[in-house]
């Protein structure tokens, strides 16, 4: 299986603020097609997961451009450009390259 | 809109059989794989296994021989069951559609205990 690590596990940001988040994959997500098959998802309290970015930079429908991700290979990265109070929650990467289809363990946003 | 809407027991016992299911609403059911995922805090998120319309099916090896996954297309609905669970089951599972994951149901939390 593809071993999904992120970092850091908690992070406490100030409203306004930028926020980043790191993902690295235990072999390269890059396939002959040239796309990335890593994907970022946004649980918020109380709900499920919610997609953000597919393709490794691609945003999902109607997520806010203050969110982008970038990366190449096995490491990742999703930047919050200014962090709102709506973004609290559990921030977690996703190998889609192959099954089973693994997910890092979780970056907890919080607001200071 | 697709929504996706889940249900089945939340509370069993150790040896039995868990059993989901998951309803598709406001779009089409084909050509799209569908998922079954679970979170416990422990092991964080975990991909079960996936379908797609003509009942073609992939499991996590790590449950293989106790999940099967099916699928009603008259109903737009897939299942899921799960053998002889015991407390490491416990969690809440997700249905989802697959391929990016961008459509999930709202969660059922099974709980196993005696």
């Known amino acids: 299986d593809i071993v999904m690590t992120q970092s850091p596990p908690s992070l406490p940001v100030t409203p306004g603020e930028p926020a980043s988040i790191s993902c690295r994959s235990s072999q390269s997500l890059l396939r002959d097609n040239g796309y990335i098959y890593l994907n970022w998802y946004l649980q918020k309290p109380g709900q499920s997961p919610q997609l953000l970015i597919h393709?490794?930079?691609h945003r999902a429908s109607g997520v806010p451009d203050r969110f982008s991700a970038s990366g190449s290979g096995t490491d990742f990265t999703l930047k919050i450009s200014r962090v709102e109070a709506e973004d609290v929650g559990v921030f977690y990467c996703?190998?889609?390259?192959?099954?089973?289809?693994?997910f890092g363990q979780g970056t907890k946003l919080e607001i200071k | 809109q697709v929504q996706l809407q889940q249900w089945g027991a939340g509370l069993l016992k150790p040896s039995e059989t868990l059993s989901l299911t998951c309803a598709v609403y406001g779009g089409s059911f084909s050509p799209y794989y569908w998922t079954w995922l679970r979170q416990t805090p422990g092991k964080g998120l975990e991909w079960i296994g996936q379908?797609?319309?003509?009942?073609?099916?992939k499991y996590n090896p790590s449950l293989k021989s106790r999940v099967t996954i099916s699928v009603d297309t008259s109903k737009n609905q897939l299942s899921l069951q799960l053998t002889s669970v015991t407390a490491a089951d416990t969690a809440v599972y997700y249905c989802a559609r697959d391929g990016d994951f961008d459509y999930w149901g709202q969660g059922t939390l099974v709980t196993v205990s005696s």
């Open positions: 379908i797609d319309h003509r009942g073609n099916t």
């Open positions: 996703m190998q889609a390259l192959q099954t089973p289809y693994t």
């Open positions: 393709l490794g930079s």
